[in-house]
């Protein structure tokens, strides 16, 4: 199958499907943010990853709602200037699901989801407890691109939380497919 798009076209539904299930599996981050109200938010996104490590620099792509308004995510990390990326395991499959569903900026996704946290070392908004990894980041460039716009976020992570197994291992780290599909990683292939 073959679909040519050298300019533009209407087919908005078909080019999504393919970005969603082409581009497979991603990593997720489940980010905490705070509000400048104080309530810490946690969301997940997909369109995530590692641009350079010199300086450690992380993007993920932030969309609008269908109102065109900013998700808490972008609107707290514009505010505030900081986030945490937390990496998702299987144990927290299903609480980092919830956490994407809408819930409005007062309520917190962590006493609805019943989420722990902790304090983070360089950055205001938390960590999720028992995640095993997180990165705190501080806001390095905030880019608007695309057509609706959506917010291209570049953070540079000032801390690294892990668990030292994960330099050896990724089993159990979990990634998203298209639709509604995850996957989580139990076969690695090391190769020279
Ligand atoms: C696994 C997963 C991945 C997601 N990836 C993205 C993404 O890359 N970009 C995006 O804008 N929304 C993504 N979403 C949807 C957001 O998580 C959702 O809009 C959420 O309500 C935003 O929350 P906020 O308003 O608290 O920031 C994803 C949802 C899930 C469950």
């Excluded at 599996?25 to 995530?48: L, Q």
Aim: charged share 25%; with cysteine.
């Amino acid at each position: 199958m073959e679909f040519l798009i050298p300019d533009q076209t209407e087919d908005k539904k078909l080019i999504a499907q393919l970005m969603f299930n082409l581009i497979v599996p991603r990593p997720i981050a489940w980010i905490s943010t705070v509000s400048s109200e104080g309530v810490v938010n946690i969301a997940p996104f997909s369109f995530y990853n590692g641009i350079t490590s010199k300086p450690p620099l992380i993007m993920v792509s932030v969309g609008r709602r269908r109102d065109g308004s900013r998700k808490d995510t972008s609107r707290n990390i514009l505010q505030t200037g900081e986030f945490v990326v937390n990496l998702v395991t299987e144990e927290f499959l299903k609480p980092m699901v919830e956490s994407g569903k809408d819930f409005p900026p007062e309520e917190s996704e962590v006493d609805v989801l019943n989420l722990q946290t902790e304090p983070s070392k360089l950055v205001k908004p938390p960590r999720v407890k028992g995640v095993k990894a997180a990165l705190e980041c501080k806001l390095y460039r905030l880019i608007e691109i695309g057509d609706t716009p959506m917010d291209l976020i570049i953070g540079r992570v000032v801390a690294f939380h892990y668990d030292p197994k994960l330099l050896e291992t990724s089993k159990g780290m979990v990634g998203r497919l298209g639709g509604k599909r995850y996957t989580v990683v139990d076969n690695e292939i090391e190769l020279l």
